[in-house]
């Protein structure tokens, strides 16, 4: 009596191990047993008789799998049996790695209509009863599915005699929607055609060479390309064909461009909508929804677009759908095929019966949630190497796109928006320069003032017609805004006149090149509604803050002459402000003067900024800042008044003075609060060529009663060891009294290494020109990770200014930064409003104290 034929099953999912099992079970001819791993495997199979077949499930990266086919050979039930691997369909492991003793291998998806072909496929090859098959190189069949080495490559195997399909992979049934009785059997032409060529000379030619084509699917048809090649298949001649589809789903270079034209999408409503069909489209999704909603104003969310592939629907409301809310209070949901568990509280998915799903928050850089995006599939989501970062792109294009709008909604609901343009009006223009300029005097921010003026504008209204002069300052409006950046402001000044903010200026040269950027752009030739095109060009005007000016009015005034003057040489260009000799010296002369009284008048200020932890991000310390508030001006920001104050001497009385109350502040709070705050007070060349520094330093220490090992020195890294003889002497003295030195604008001078070297440095500052350009410029980038490796190397901690982004912080901490300081966590406070968020730090410690006892 024959022993019916011994199969054993391994698979750590429970699900995929009761397919295995039942696939055997139903014929009734074997003797199957399930088990969870190898241990539990060998405990089964204790006393039992040799096997005849293994299967082993892989997930993830496969490892814990091969490491029990190891233990089952040392089974001497399991040592001569053949082993079939089955791969999920989402295992990283790719099958050409798979050890030589796997004898076969299929995905998961293929389990039931595949697993019993092949065991009787490896029973008729095999030598004799119980014997191992070979290695897959021994074997003639499925060789040719270890060309394909992506899990989510589509390929056909192909009778070349009838141009029947034979085969295909899990991916192309995933990625076309097609069932089995539509691809298995079926003649080539109906599922793949191409464009050029027929499917019968591209089976016969089987070069590998690529041929546009269209693929089939539940949707249609998906463009894309396809190559042949000769394969075995069951120990014949076949022809395999992969497919590459041109979706962004399925290709991560198509994903690119998905996002590129995306972002090229208008900004209004109808830009919203064209972005969200081009996501449904290009990554096959069967359902899109973007949402309006702010959680912090208690309104209830707006659907701005939907898309779903199906039936109409009777929508749940929104809230009943327990996914959206998570989402709107900040939490990101992926869920690449098993969205079905979340049906349970969640009507919507019910009721469309996603397996795919994934919610990101639409948040502001400040991080407040103005919207949500939803998105789903019937299939599992694409691959998530391509989905994740697609998705995570959409939401910042959505999430711009809702702030603009709610500024826009705002703007007309105060008559502060241009009836025609949409932009600012001259009154919200000149309330939104005033702010910035007060921002700028409090952070030392240059910004630049672009005055853009049509050229010959007149001529067109009186011999075209207004409504021409419409469609051209529309057109103006869309070319000035696709040339700045969203943090900058556009907005129309008065008739043909436009002006510009560009904020967060490093370099003068920025400017320049947006403007001739602008200069460009307008000459390009534009076409009217009848077919006609037009030439209009415009002359820009260009002034700087502080350079040129520390009011709005008169900055305002300086751009419009620089306009006038691009305008006399002969249009079409645009010109810098260049104020008079004359008139300069007399500004300078009068804020000389005022400087002068400055300190005795009160009109000084400290401000104060934390600098917080790179991983906790609680407050470590703080810099003390130096504001100006004139009597007539308001704020002026140091980057402004400091020169002259060096140009005078009076840094040096200045210096003391913001030494002094910054050490009486900071011990104030060290009494009150006990944090152990670093104190960093910047040094000007001036001050460092002092020879009473030392004593200076003391009296502050020994007057306020602060710890010396608490107060930071700050020296700017463009001081030159030369230009500052007793640069070193001071230092070191300073370091002697206890106190700590750091190097500020690390990166913008030409001694970096040699500062490094000679200086008695405890910590460097990294300039904030470089960390704004995280995300930017990958060379900048550069400068940052080596600045914080050859610190460390060093034994020196670092601290990165100007960090405004989530972004600069991720980068930051991926890089082993140790402190950070910028707007993303707190603009410079002056002494009461930053003894509030001290208070206001105890305050929620205590509490969450009070809660945990």
């Not at 104190?679 to 004593?695: I, T």
Request: glycine fraction near 8%; aromatic fraction near 6%; charge should be negative.
């Amino acid at each position: 009596m024959t022993h019916p034929a011994g199969i054993l099953v391994i698979a750590a999912q429970r699900e995929l191990r009761r397919l295995l099992f039942d696939t055997f079970d139903r014929d009734g001819h074997f003797v199957v047993h399930s088990a969870r791993d190898a241990t539990h495997a060998g405990i089964l199979l204790e006393g039992r008789p040799a096997l005849d077949l293994i299967l082993v499930a892989f997930d993830g990266d496969g490892r814990d799998a091969l490491a029990g086919i190891e233990v089952l050979r040392s089974l001497p039930a399991c040592a001569q049996a053949p082993l079939i691997a089955v791969l999920d369909d989402h295992a990283l492991l790719k099958p050409a790695v798979l050890p030589a003793g796997v004898a076969d291998w299929l995905y998961a998806s293929q389990v039931e209509r595949e697993l019993l072909v092949r065991w009787q496929r490896l029973q008729r090859t095999a030598t004799g009863p119980g014997v191992a098959q070979g290695s897959r190189s021994e074997s003639n069949d499925g060789d040719y599915r270890f060309a394909f080495d992506e899990v989510d490559s589509e390929w056909l195997i192909v009778d070349p005699v009838r141009s029947r399909i034979l085969e295909f992979s899990p991916a192309l049934a995933r990625h076309s929607g097609l069932a089995d009785h539509e691809l298995r059997g079926r003649s080539l032409q109906e599922v793949l055609s191409f464009a050029d060529v027929t499917t019968e000379q591209v089976i016969a030619e089987g070069s590998r060479r690529w041929y546009s084509g269209r693929r089939r699917s539940a949707r249609g048809v998906d463009t894309g390309e396809a190559n042949a090649r000769p394969v075995r298949h069951a120990g014949r001649d076949a022809v395999a064909l992969v497919f590459r589809s041109d979706r962004a789903g399925v290709r991560a270079e198509v994903a690119l461009g998905l996002l590129a034209r995306m972002f090229a999408s208008g900004s209004g409503d109808e830009g919203i909508a064209e972005a969200a069909r081009l996501l449904y489209e290009e990554m096959a999704l069967d359902y899109v929804a973007v949402w309006s909603g702010r959680p912090d104003d208690g309104s209830a969310p707006i659907q701005l677009v939907q898309y779903w592939r199906g039936e109409e629907q009777v929508w749940p409301g929104p809230h009943l759908q327990s996914s959206l809310r998570l989402v709107l209070a900040g939490q990101a949901m992926l869920h690449q095929s098993d969205a079905a568990r979340l049906a349970a509280v969640d009507p919507l998915l019910e009721q469309l019966g996603l397996s795919g799903f994934a919610g990101w928050p639409l948040q502001d850089e400040r991080r407040t949630v103005l919207g949500a995006l939803l998105v789903g599939t019937r299939q599992p989501l694409p691959a998530l190497p391509i989905v994740q970062p697609v998705l995570a792109c959409a939401a910042v294009r959505f999430a711009h796109a809702l702030e603009l709008r709610h500024s826009r909604e705002q703007g007309r609901a105060e008559g502060l928006l241009d009836a025609l343009t949409g932009l600012p009006n001259r009154l919200l223009f000149n309330d939104r320069l005033d702010t910035v300029i007060r921002e700028a005097n409090r952070t030392g921010e240059s910004f630049a003032l672009l005055f853009v003026d049509l050229d010959r504008f007149k001529t067109i209204n009186d011999t075209l017609g207004h409504a021409v002069g419409d469609q051209v300052l529309l057109t103006t409006t869309q070319r000035l805004r696709g040339s700045v950046r969203a943090s900058d402001t556009v907005a129309r000044y008065a008739g043909d006149e436009f002006v510009v903010i560009l904020r967060h200026i490093v370099k003068s040269e920025d400017v320049l090149r947006i403007a001739e950027k602008i200069v460009q752009v307008m000459g390009a030739p534009l076409r009217i509604d009848d077919g006609t095109e037009l030439q209009v060009t415009a002359s820009i005007g260009v002034s700087f803050f502080p350079d040129d000016a520390p009011d709005a009015e008169t900055l305002l005034k300086h751009a419009d002459e620089a306009m006038y003057a691009a305008k006399s040489l002969g249009r079409n260009n645009y010109q810098i402000f260049e104020g008079s000799a004359e008139q300069s010296q007399q500004q300078n002369l009068a804020l000389k003067s005022g400087l002068r009284h400055a300190e005795h008048k009160g009109e000084l200020r400290v401000f104060y900024q934390p600098q917080v932890d790179a991983v906790t991000e609680d407050i470590v310390g703080m810099e003390a800042l130096v504001r100006w508030e004139h009597p007539e001006l308001g704020f002026i920001g140091p980057g402004f008044f400091i020169p002259l104050a060096e140009e005078t001497g009076l840094i040096v009385s200045i210096g003391e003075w913001v030494l002094r109350t910054a050490c009486r502040h900071a011990q104030e709070w060290e009494r009150r609060f006990g944090l152990r705050l670093r104190l960093g007070v910047n040094l000007s060349a001036v001050q460092l060529m002092q020879p009473n520094l030392l004593e200076i330093v003391a009296s502050a220490l020994d007057e306020s009663g602060l710890e010396a090992s608490l107060l930071e020195m700050e020296v700017t890294e463009s001081i030159s060891i030369k230009a500052a003889p007793n640069l070193v002497e001071n230092l070191q003295g300073l370091h002697r009294l206890g106190c700590r030195i750091a190097i500020d604008d690390f990166g913008t001078g030409a001694a970096s290494l040699d500062y490094l070297r000679k200086l008695p440095a405890d910590r460097i500052k990294i300039d904030q020109s470089f960390v704004r350009n995280i995300g930017v410029d990958p060379d900048d980038e550069a400068i940052v990770r080596a600045t914080i490796e050859m610190a460390h190397r060093l034994k020196r901690g670092v601290v990165a200014e100007g960090v405004e982004l989530e972004q600069h912080m991720e980068f930051l901490r991926a890089n082993q930064c140790d402190e950070l300081q910028g707007f993303l966590f707190c603009r410079p406070l002056p002494q009461p409003a930053f003894e509030k968020l001290l208070l206001e730090r105890q305050h929620l410690l205590a509490g969450v104290s009070g809660t945990a006892a």
